[in-house]
Nanobody, 124 residues
Framework: QVQLVESGGGLVQAGGSLRVSCVLS????????MGWFRQAPGKEREFVAS????????VIANSVKGRFTISRDNAKNTVYLQMNSLTPEDTAVYYC?????????????????WGPGTQVTVSS
């Protein structure tokens, strides 16, 4: 059974940083494209960042480019999202996803498994 568990969310002041993590189990991590999405109250889920299973350049949403970084540690079955210069507009539930897309992708159809999410709240 494939499982994704996010951690590291919390409350941070505007301008601060936070790193969220996601551990994948039940599937070979190195063969999985990993992604981060977020959903703010009253809004649709939106893509944040993706790291492809065959390497290559990650895909980062324009709204967070230059502030957020995605990285992965295949030895730990873990993907990270480093978030810097946070603003209240980054407040959302952050979801980790895993899929079989050969390359990093912003499309939800590229992901087969989803974590329960972790709350990130940025105060002004």
């Amino acid at each position: 059974q494939v499982q994704l568990v996010e951690s590291g969310g919390g409350l941070v002041q505007a301008g601060g940083s936070l790193r969220v993590s996601c551990v994948l189990s039940g599937r070979t991590f190195s063969l999985s494209t990993m992604g981060w999405f977020r959903q703010a109250p009253g809004k649709e889920r939106e893509f944040v960042a993706s790291s492809g299973r065959y390497g290559g350049a990650p895909v980062i949403a324009n709204s967070v480019k230059g502030r957020f970084t995605i990285s992965r540690d295949n030895a730990k079955n873990t993907v990270y999202l480093q978030m810097n210069s946070l603003t209240p507009e980054d407040t959302a539930v952050y979801y980790c996803a895993a899929g079989t897309s050969p390359l990093a992708t912003a499309q939800t159809t590229g992901y087969n498994w989803w974590g329960p999410g972790t709350q990130v709240t940025v105060s002004s």
